[in-house]
């Protein structure tokens, strides 16, 4: 992806719709049920920027900071997220757009102190 991410374009969404539930047709209480595009909408934003939670944008196409956080962490436990890794996993291999051979670390996060 070259510039600044905007939102899933309507191709891009249809590659991993298959992955998401339908929505509950009528809920009896509690928040309204956030689209699933605009939670992945808002994740691929926080990892396409490394913005904080809390300066996730606001408006039509975006989950809450505090929605899409709950989304991340059910899917993480219901096995979504991998689905989702694997499915841009091979996206991207398919068309050529990972170098298997070459890999990068970034220590500068880790909290180890170890010495040499």
Known sequence: MAGPFERLSNLEWSLFED???KPPEKRERGMPHSS??????TLLYILRTGCRWCEVPKGEIWASNSSA?????????????????????????????????????????SPWE???
């Open 19 to 21: 992955i998401f539930p």
């Open 69 to 109: 956080h709950r989304w991340l962490k059910r899917w993480q436990l219901d096995g979504r997220l991998e689905a989702l890794h694997a499915r841009i996993l091979g996206i991207g291999q398919e068309k050529g757009l990972i170098n298997w051979s070459y890999g990068a670390v970034d220590g500068s996060f």
């Open 114 to 116: 170890g010495r040499w």
């Open 36 to 41: 699933f595009r605009y939670v992945l909408n």
